[in-house]
């Protein structure tokens, strides 16, 4: 076990685990950290502390997390677990992560910065002297300096049967409007040209408060979604920047967000978990907003916004799940022509009330209808990426070594980092003509690649 060092400034070594609302904990965690004073790294060599912020979700995700805590004990010894899985109940009723880890210092579930931060400062005493002027006004982020993740609320109020995040994160609770806005304000000074809005569920924004009326910039604002965005696009616009939304799930209200779309306001992009299409598995699965008109909606959106691509992520194999409702998703997938979709397998995570439905599909099913139903989905996707060739995209740039001269890597408006394709930007025929991260460009669409996009910078 590592004896705390004697430096002026002491080190804690941070591991961030998860989603981007877990990534958004962490970015407040190691803000209030560099506030105060402490240096952060993110190995365990030389810190005096290592916080390791988990995720509960899957079990895989619970097995890298207890791994990495196991991993931390060994290098380091002194370690505070913070996240989902700090969350969680053992066999025993216990806490999950102290009974398999008895030794940890502390444990704390997720959006806990000011529990986390206790927990620092009693075993690892904050310096005298904090040179709070170093912290940067947008504060600590993990993310590449041109896009960030704008987190709106927390928790939320569904009870799907296949998830257990309600329990771990609570009901929702949306953050003030102005404080949101600032924030998102803060980000652009910064440079940052991508504002990625996350949530669990980014259409309930404000439902809590009952919509209240906030103030930003000295005039009210409501605590709403239509309004956030509203105001995240005029905002953007000042600076050049996109506006991506996350989470959205398909109420009446998202209708009023596409004309702010087709306007150029925000990204005409939505990203809309739907995990299924027939009504009945969505039924059993406790999904908010009704599924039932979810093609006409896709369609009604698309002809107010011809330009839209729409995200998705479904289950396949949900317990109950027939031969007939699996091909009711298939055509699904095909007639809505959803651009990107991802899907997983039913895996059933531990405490949630799916695992009691009757007929649960088998393993290999599950597996294989994964299969099939990635089959189509690529195929559509494809398709649709297909019809980009000849156009010309504004792409924003991720990588381009030497100023872009051998090429580079970047998305346009279709692509959400991290899980969407790229634009591979090939090194571009005028001499005079660099690339820069950050930047945008314009480029001309010469192929399409799987998920991704070639193109010619002009
Ligand atoms: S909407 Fe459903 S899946 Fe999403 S966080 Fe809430 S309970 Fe979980």
């Given at each position: 076990m590592n004896a705390p060092a004697t430096s002026a400034a002491p080190k804690v070594g941070f591991v961030s685990l998860g989603c981007p609302k877990a990534l958004t904990d962490s970015e407040l965690i190691l803000t209030q950290l560099s506030a105060e004073g402490y240096q952060t790294s993110k190995t365990f060599d030389g810190a005096d502390l290592v916080i390791v912020n988990t995720c509960g979700f899957i079990d895989d995700a619970v097995k890298e997390s207890l791994d990495t805590i196991g991993e931390a004990l060994a290098e380091n010894g002194r370690v505070i677990v913070t996240g989902c899985l700090g969350a969680r109940q053992g066999d025993?009723?216990?806490?999950m992560v102290q009974n398999i880890h008895?030794?940890?210092?502390a444990v704390t579930g997720p959006h806990a910065t000011h529990e986390v931060m206790e927990a620092v400062h009693k075993h690892l005493p904050k310096p005298h002297d904090p040179f709070v002027d170093l912290v940067p006004a947008q504060g600590i982020k993990l993310t590449p300096r041109h896009y960030a993740y704008l987190k709106i609320s927390e928790g939320c109020n569904h009870r799907c049967t296949f998830c257990i995040i309600p329990s771990m994160r609570g009901d929702l609770v949306s953050r003030p409007i102005g404080d949101v806005l600032t924030e998102a304000r803060k980000l652009f000074e910064a440079g940052v040209k991508e504002l990625l809005v996350v949530s669990q569920?980014?259409?309930?924004?404000?439902v809590d408060v009952k919509y209240r009326t906030g103030f930003w910039d000295g005039k009210p604002v409501k605590t709403r979604m239509f309004d956030l965005v509203r105001e995240l696009g005029e905002l953007a616009k000042g600076f050049g920047a996109w506006v991506r939304l996350h989470y959205v799930y398909p109420y009446p209200h998202v209708d009023e967000v596409l004309p702010l779309m087709a306007e150029g306001l925000v990204l005409p992009y939505l990203d809309v978990p739907l995990q299924h299409s027939h009504p009945d598995v969505l039924r059993r699965m406790k999904r908010?907003?009704?599924?039932?008109r979810n093609q006409e909606r896709i369609q009604q959106w698309r002809d107010v916004c011809p330009e839209l691509v729409v995200r998705s992520t479904f289950i396949a194999g949900?317990?109950?799940?027939?031969e007939e409702e699996f091909a009711h998703l298939l055509d699904f997938v095909r007639e809505a022509q959803i651009d990107r979709a991802g899907c997983f397998a039913y895996s059933p995570v531990?405490?949630?009330?799916?695992?009691?439905?009757?007929n649960p599909v088998p393993d290999e099913l599950r597996e294989e209808r994964r299969a099939r139903f990635m089959a189509v989905a690529e195929a559509v996707s494809a398709e649709r990426l297909q019809r980009r060739v000849g156009a010309t995209m504004q792409v924003l740039v991720d990588s381009a070594p030497g100023m872009g001269k051998k090429g580079g890597v970047g998305r346009s408006y279709a692509d959400a980092p991290e899980i969407d394709g790229t634009v591979r930007l090939l090194p571009p025929q005028k001499i005079s003509k660099t690339l820069k991260v950050g930047e945008f460009t314009k480029a001309r669409i010469v192929a399409a690649e799987g998920h991704d996009l070639v193109a010619m910078p002009v």
């Open positions: 025993d009723g216990g806490n008895p030794s940890v210092l569920d980014t259409s309930a924004y404000g908010p907003a009704s599924g039932e949900f317990p109950g799940e027939t531990t405490g949630a009330a799916a695992n009691e439905l009757a």
